[in-house]
Nanobody
Framework: TVQLVESGGGSVQAGGSLRLSCVAY???????VAWFRQAPGKEREGVAK????????YYTDSVKGRFTISQDNAKNTVYLEMESLKPEDTAMYYC???????????????????WGQGTQVTVSS
């Protein structure tokens, strides 16, 4: 069983930055870790993911050039650096985990075996 603990959310003004963290307990060696987000009244959407063994990353178009996903395997931690934040980035952000070497294509939620409880990000204009 894998447990995911997220932190780093908060309230910032547009143009600001935040760093989210996801710590995995009881992790598997082969893994893909992703960040999803869900704004009020909207569907949950994939944001970024990282393939642990290779470090290969993937991003949804709306965050490319602004968000960076990274990993520190010694700390069993995945980060999401968010810069140039916009009000439309306001959402609950969730860490999700696949117990496999290669990330699945796309952003299908059912492909992820474990989920964190979420951390709130609020961006004001």
């Amino acid at each position: 069983t894998v447990q995911l603990v997220e932190s780093g959310g908060g309230s910032v003004q547009a143009g600001g930055s935040l760093r989210l963290s996801c710590v995995a307990y009881g992790y598997t060696y082969s893994r893909c870790v992703a960040w999803f987000r869900q704004a009020p009244g909207k569907e949950r959407e994939g944001v970024a993911k990282i393939q642990s063994f290779s470090g290969t990353t993937y991003y949804t178009d709306s965050v490319k050039g602004r968000f960076t996903i990274s990993q520190d395997n010694a700390k069993n931690t995945v980060y999401l650096e968010m810069e140039s934040l916009k009000p439309e980035d306001t959402a609950m952000y969730y860490c999700a985990y696949q117990a496999r070497s290669y990330c699945s294509d796309g952003w299908a939620e059912h492909e992820y075996n474990y989920w964190g409880q979420g951390t709130q990000v609020t961006v004001s204009s």
